[in-house]
Nanobody, 122 residues
């Protein structure tokens, strides 16, 4: 059973920084892409950033230049460094693992973490 466990959320003042961590555990052969999504109250879940197994990254326009996604393939872990946080960045942040292949299974699956709350307020 594959599980994604997020950590690093919390309360930060505007202009501050947080680092989110998401570790995938279980018997995993490979993961295609990993990423972060967020959902604020009353809004749809939106893409924040993704990174492929080869290190190609993409970002939402709203976070470009402020957030950095990185990944440790050996640890099946993805990170999101968030700098210059704004009140509009406040949301529950979800980790996603796309195209997860486990041993003895011919197809790939997607997994989500349980979410971690990020609050940006003075």
């Amino acid at each position: 059973q594959v599980q994604l466990v997020e950590s690093g959320g919390g309360l930060v003042q505007p202009g501050g920084s947080l680092r989110l961590v998401c570790a995938a555990s279980g018997s995993i052969f490979s993961i295609n892409a990993m990423g972060w999504y967020r959902q604020a109250p009353g809004k749809q879940r939106e893409l924040v950033a993704t990174i492929t197994s080869r290190g190609s990254t993409s970002y939402a326009d709203s976070v470009k230049g402020r957030f950095t996604i990185s990944r440790d393939n050996a640890k099946n872990t993805v990170y999101l460094q968030m700098n210059s946080l704004k009140p509009e960045d406040a949301a529950v942040y979800y980790c996603n693992a796309d195209g997860v292949v486990v041993p003895n299974t011919p197809w790939a699956s997607d997994y989500w973490g349980q979410g971690t709350q990020v609050t940006v307020s003075s």
